[in-house]
């Protein structure tokens, strides 16, 4: 059915709890961070605590990623498993309560942004 997120709700917190055991690969990381990426970008016209929530997780992913960098394997902190926690339970009820036009929009502005990062990294 369109519109229908449950299917890409479970492919996400499958990917989210690969992460958080250690079995979790690059494509699961990437799953992940684009839900919290989509998820802020959406949370910026709804509230600002939900912002907030949301770059905490940022913050836990990038400390996930250096966990990754640094010994091989995905894992969170304590405090960052709390952060994605609540982040994949606002990130599943920000895309059901979104039209399929603004999560297009927010996929825009996310890939708007990751190029802009790129840019200002190789300058």
Excluded: W
Excluded at 107 to 118: M, W
């Amino acid at each position: 059915e369109p519109g229908d997120t449950t299917t890409e709700h479970i492919k996400t917190r499958e990917a989210f709890d690969r992460l958080k055991t250690g079995r979790g690969d690059e494509g699961d990381f990437d799953r992940v961070g684009m839900a919290v990426n989509l998820a802020l970008v959406r949370a910026e016209s709804i509230d600002d605590l939900l912002v907030c929530t949301m770059e905490l997780a940022q913050d836990a992913m990038h400390t996930c990623k250096a966990r990754y960098l640094q010994c091989g394997r995905f894992g969170f902190t304590g405090l960052g498993l709390q952060a994605m926690t609540e982040a994949m339970d606002a990130h599943e009820a920000i895309t059901d309560a979104s039209s399929p036009q603004q999560m297009a929009d927010a996929l825009r502005e996310v890939g708007r942004r990751i190029l802009s990062k790129q840019a200002e990294a190789e300058a």
